[in-house]
T-cell receptor, first 113, second 116 residues
Framework: GDSVTQMEGPVTLSEEAFLTINCTYT??????LFWYVQYPGEGLQLLLK?????DKGSNKGFEATYRKETTSFHLEKGSVQVSDSAVYFC????????????FGKGTKLSVKP | NAGVTQTPKFQVLKTGQSMTLQCAQD?????MYWYRQDPGMGLRLIYY???????DKGEVPNGYNVSRLNKREFSLRLESAAPSQTSVYFC???????????????FGPGTRLTVL
């Protein structure tokens, strides 16, 4: 079945450091890919998305590129802030499904001042 | 515009007790979902409702029932709570529908449930 694998956390960085969170997927079809973010004590919210190969999703300084050849969707940010501390989830929806998301296990990011 | 609301925010139950978690959305979305979040497990789908009047099992439906009361409301019931159901429960909604390439899901703030 479809699945998403994220790098294990937690990840601890200093403010202004470069961030990469790896995400790879397995899908029988041609999925759409997402990054969701969960701030402490809150629900998940969509950070960015990509629906086809070579699409780049971007938001709030975060970017991820849909790489079909490597089945990857790595999240990057050039300079993290303390306010970026959160749990990040990679997810996919397979085309033809009812819109059901399949999530990775999440990566906790802590940014120190 | 409240988005997705959930009640209660916190709940403590004893083993064997029952309760219903409530969820409502005001975005006129067709689809609604219930997830549970456990440490190291990500989010797992319990049940979903693709449209008003329909419900389907997700990855982990055992021990739960759902009701799609109307287009706005989707409740999750634990008939006889067990300690294994201690978790954070999230409701979500999306426009969704057959043939849609992607659907952003909007999440509620969650219910933290402890079963003793």
């Amino acid at each position: 079945g479809d699945s998403v694998t994220q790098m294990e956390g937690p990840v601890t960085l200093s403010e202004e450091a470069f961030l990469t969170i790896n995400c790879t997927y397995t899908a029988t079809g041609y999925p759409s890919l997402f990054w969701y973010v969960q701030y402490p004590g809150e629900g998940l919210q969509l950070l960015l998305k990509a629906t086809k190969a070579d699409d780049k999703g971007s938001n709030k300084g975060f970017e991820a590129t849909y790489r079909k050849e490597t089945t990857s969707f790595h999240l990057e940010k050039g300079s993290v802030q303390v306010s970026d501390s959160a749990v990040y989830f990679c997810a996919l929806i397979d085309r033809g499904s009812q819109g059901n998301l399949i999530f990775g296990k999440g990566t906790k990011l802590s940014v120190k001042p | 515009n409240a988005g997705v609301t959930q009640t209660p925010k916190f709940q403590v139950l004893k083993t064997g007790q029952s309760m219903t978690l409530q969820c409502a959305q005001d975005m006129n979305h067709n689809s609604m979902y219930w997830y549970r979040q456990d440490p190291g497990m990500g989010l797992r789908l319990i049940y979903y409702s693709a449209s008003e009047g329909t419900t389907d099992k997700g990855e982990v439906p055992n021990g739960y029932n759902v009701s799609r009361l109307n287009k706005r409301e989707f409740s999750l019931r634990l008939e006889s709570a067990a300690p294994s159901q201690t978790s954070v429960y999230f409701c979500a909604s999306s426009e969704a529908g057959t043939g849609v390439a992607y659907n952003e899901q909007f999440f509620g703030p969650g219910t933290r449930l402890t079963v003793l």
